[in-house]
């Protein structure tokens, strides 16, 4: 197996970015900060964009305040040769600096104050993942850091976070809200007659559906946000083109189950289309066996035990290490699938801790089995 | 409170709802089978576009229709539906402007992705008023054509915006055929008729998720039903032991003895990953019960269902459903 050599990816020099992708629920933001941990360690001037980190991981990091800037976190217990920054994404903060940044003042306010754009910013589904890239492209121009690890919100799928940009932009760029939003400039008429009936009935359903208030707020709003950044499409482009930029890695994170690897195999394609540079595989929280002994014996060992009753410690501890090593069999098997599917991708397992990890010292344990120490 | 309850018996919509990576989509395709042992009709519905159903009982994407996807013990039957928003969108534009042809031209046009994103409860609105309709569609003889309807919703975090249809509807417009729907929609979600199933795992992370859950859906007014407590693995060591070993003592000499009068004679380091395997057995135990004490703050009837080593096939959702027909389910 091709395993990946996490603490070469991170000493290099050249890696700038590294985006930890996958599915819900495998652990991608734990990973990130344990990565951006062990680079600190070793010497880099590491950040940590976390997108949605659980309330007490987020307290380790200091990340209790919302500043949606990124602040020194310090560390007690080990010391790191560079240093550690950490910040967590706040999506509507994000939104709204880019309004501030971009407009003047009234029309900034107006921007705010416009029903859509509060929906938008907060609710439509892809404006996480947006403001995730913009906010990875504030810190890229910063240029404060000499490696920057982000997490990625927590869609069900981890494709939704290269699409889900484009797809904003396609909604609020395209010629659609234009053709919906022109009764509203040409006094109500005459949309009809260019686009055919069909959308005539279109236009009425859906003013009929999300009423006609909405579709003139949603016109106002592109209309002025158009004006203030030359589009959407272009915005969503230009973070598509970082993601592209030499320094910048992916590394797909997944737990060793059927669902999450068939993730995972779906955004290792996905990024080799788009010419995306992929580092490597995480297999979050494996089980791997510690003691070299093999199964079925032991299970017969538990058996004659159980039955005597001679030695009740040893008859568990044997079932113990049978229900290990038949979870790590297959998670083997798993990995082993994935890497046939895969021979260019290098991986590395990561053995899961028995218990959760809320604090530094567990984020550093994780750097340490992410390097395979 | 353990195992299913006569309330949970008389509810003909079951909503599974769960945190990622929880195994929501296997409980609920667990459930259905449950539900439908013994002849009963079951309809399994998705909603997000995932084919989380296809893969599971290792079928071909699912079309927009429903079909039949499983036989269950005792002559009952599954059947399974993909719910394709622009589909559900189509279906009533059609049923209401009669738009026939043009439909699919607007399709191409990327409108009704437009429509169903421009209005982020719209979506909702249609994937929920789409499941009601097959939860209250008549069929034969006075009877409804479903027995229950099983549905595999979003996950906790965004369940309860999901089902809350009367927040989606200050959104949209006040009048008009989909304002009509969604009274009915409302009126079901929010009736003894339905159910919302949270699925756990023993971790401390899944359990907070899930009380936060419950506590969203009692503020919204919706009843959470059971909680289903997945990938339970049997606890290996005696229950006094499990402190002590979780501190890191476990008697390597006495274990050394014991392997030894089974005929196993074990090198140094075979002894020390058997204790550290053991050791680490015991902290998960332990945090396992701490999860499960959390858990019991939910106050709501739970059913556990058991870890398969070798993962989830067809076969294993018969296992899991028969598990949960011991558990009460019917």
Known sequence: MNRLDVDNLLDDPATRVLVCCGSGGVGKTTTAAALAVRAAERGRRAVVLTIDPARRLAQSLGLRELGNHPRRVEVDGFEPAGELHA??????????????????????????????????????????????????????????????????????????????????????????????????????????????????????????????????????FVQAFDSMFGGFRQRAQATYDLLRSPGTGFLVVAAAEPDAL?????????????????????????HPVLAPLPAPGALAAADRLERSGDAPLAAAVLRVHADRAAVADRERRLLARFTRAHPDVPLVGVPALPADVHDLAGLHEIGRRLAGE | MNGWTDELTRARLHVVTGKGGTGKTTVAAALALALATGGRRVLLVEV???????????????????????????????????????????????MFYNLGF???????????????????????VLLTGKVKECVRRAGRAGRHEYDA??????????????????????????????????????????????????????????????????AELDAADLRPGAVFVNRVRPPRLPARSIASAAAGRVDAERLRAGLASAGLEV?????????????????????????????AE???????LPELTDGVDVAALYELAEVLVGRGVR
């Open chain 2, 298 to 304: 939910a106050d709501l009837p739970t059913l556990e």
């Open chain 2, 48 to 94: 997000e576009n995932r084919q989380g159903i296809a893969q599971l009982f290792d079928r071909a994407p699912l079309p927009y229709s429903e079909e039949r996807i499983a036989s269950a013990p005792g002559g009952g039957e599954v059947r399974a539906l993909a719910v394709d928003p622009e589909a559900a969108l189509l279906e009533y534009l059609d």
């Open chain 2, 267 to 295: 090198a140094d380091e075979v002894l020390g990953g058997l204790v550290d395997q053991t050791v680490e057995h015991a902290v998960r135990v332990r945090m396992e019960e701490q999860a499960k004490d959390l858990l």
């Open chain 2, 102 to 124: 043009a439909g699919r031209t607007l399709r191409r046009m990327g409108a009704i992705e437009f429509a169903t994103t421009l209005a982020p409860g719209l979506r909702d």
């Open chain 1, 262 to 286: 068939r993730e995972a195999s779906y955004f290792v394609e996905r990024l080799s289309a788009e010419g995306m540079p992929i580092n490597g595989l995480v297999a979050n929280r494996t």
């Open chain 1, 87 to 220: 910040m967590m994404l706040d999506m509507r903060r994000t939104f709204d600096d880019m309004v501030w940044q971009h407009a003047g003042r009234e029309r900034a306010e107006q921007i705010l104050q416009n029903p859509f754009y509060q929906t938008i910013s907060t609710s439509f589904s892809g404006t996480q993942e947006y403001m995730a890239m913009e906010k990875l492209g504030q810190l890229v121009a910063q240029g404060e850091w000499d490696l920057i690890v982000v997490d990625t919100p927590p869609s069900r799928s981890a494709l939704d976070f290269l699409d889900a940009p484009q797809r904003l932009s396609t909604v609020l760029d395209g010629r659609l809200i234009r053709m919906l939003s022109a009764p509203a400039r040409a006094g109500g008429r005459g949309i009809r007659k260019i686009v055919g009936a069909g959308f005539g009935l279109f236009t009425k359903a859906v003013s009929t559906i999300v009423g006609g208030q909405l579709l003139q707020d949603a016109s106002t």
């Open chain 2, 149 to 214: 309807v099983v549905l595999d919703a979003p996950p906790t975090g965004r369940v309860v915006r999901f089902l809350d249809v009367t927040r989606a509807m200050a959104d949209l417009a006040k009048v008009g055929p989909i304002k009509g729907q969604s009274e009915g929609v409302v009126t079901l979600l929010h009736s003894g008729d339905t159910a919302v199933h949270l699925v756990a795992l023993l971790e401390e992370m899944p359990v907070r998720e899930t009380l936060d859950a419950v």
